[in-house]
């Protein structure tokens, strides 16, 4: 059956290549993006397939506003795709609170705005699939990542909850959380960092920074193959809470499952210790 998709981010990258993949599928897209003349001219003007709306994600009004233009020109949405989204890759102590609230008015309460603008719509079709794009990030701590992988986490922390409370509505979410991908992502025109240099970090912050632009345009993933992938998920019946995106994300999420495994069952009797001797414990649903 044919499918509306909502994408972010659809101007340039993994968002362009979702829409892409999801127009050779036959689906409907409205493809949103904070340049809406950008994203026609990638993706073509509209037609009876694709219709481009203006959206910056951290904008809640635009955000509601994309998602009403989307229900009046396809009467519905299918397949919500959280895609927009840059990295704040910098050292800690070298950034400022603007940079962190930058970075999660992006990467985490645009998804918010989004998702609450959609969710009433597919709430009442009780029929709908979210992909939420985190990262290896979302996995995965590393230097240079306190902002980006801070805000990839709380993603995947939404997501995991959102998707329980959506699930009886027939709404299924899908954390897909990419290693690198061929994208702009590391590019000067999508990539940021903190400008208060701390001289205790020179080399270290030139060494990483060199092995970033060593990567740039190097990278492992093909946005395309990943798009298709998503189309591919989108027809699954029983489609992951996870998806993994590429054999340098998968061998990194492996080591870190192996690893907290490993400190789990080393540190168990201490973790077990901190009960109380209480006869009344109501256990959580998890
Ligand atoms: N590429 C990777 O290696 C990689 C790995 C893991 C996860 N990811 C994630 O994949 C997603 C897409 O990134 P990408 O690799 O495709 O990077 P990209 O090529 O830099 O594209 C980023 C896209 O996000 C859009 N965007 C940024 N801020 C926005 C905002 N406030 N409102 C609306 N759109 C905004 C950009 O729009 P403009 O054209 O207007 O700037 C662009 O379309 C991101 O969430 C990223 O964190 C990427």
Not at 38 to 58: C, F, I, M, R, Y
Not at 115 to 127: G, I, K, N, Q
């Amino acid at each position: 059956m044919k499918k509306t998709w909502f994408i972010t981010g659809a101007s340039r990258g993994l968002g362009f290549e979702i829409a892409k993949a999801a127009l050779r599928a036959g689906d409907q897209v409205v493809a949103a993006g904070r340049n809406k003349a950008a994203v026609a001219n990638k993706l073509g003007p509209d037609s009876g397939q694709l219709h481009s709306v203006e959206l910056d994600v951290t904008d809640a009004n635009q955000a509601r506003a994309a998602v009403a233009a989307a229900i009046a020109r396809f009467g519905g949405i299918d397949v919500l795709v959280n895609n927009a989204g840059y990295g704040h890759l910098g050292l800690f102590e070298e950034t400022t609170i603007k940079d962190v609230e930058e970075q999660f008015d992006t990467n985490l309460f645009g998804v918010f705005h989004v998702t609450w603008a959609a969710l009433p719509y597919m709430r009442s079709a009780r029929r709908g699939r979210i992909f939420n794009i985190s990262s290896l990030a979302g996995i995965l701590g590393a230097e240079l990542g306190s902002l980006y992988c801070a805000s990839k986490f709380a993603l995947e922390g939404f997501s995991e909850s959102l998707a329980k409370e959506i699930a009886p509505f027939d709404i299924s979410v899908t954390i897909v959380e990419p290693g690198p991908f061929r994208t702009d992502f590391l590019t000067a025109q999508s990539l940021r960092s903190g400008a208060n240099a701390v001289a205790d970090y020179d080399d270290r912050r030139a060494q990483l920074r060199a092995g970033l632009e060593e990567r740039d345009g190097r990278q492992g993933g093909d946005p395309a193959k990943l798009a298709d992938a998503m189309v591919l998920l989108a027809n699954e019946a029983q489609p992951p809470l996870r998806l993994v995106a590429g054999s340098i994300a998968f061998n990194a999420a492996d080591a870190k499952l192996h690893s907290m495994r490993t400190e789990l069952d080393l540190w168990r009797a201490l973790s077990i210790s901190t009960d109380g001797n209480y006869d009344d414990v109501v256990v959580p649903r998890y």
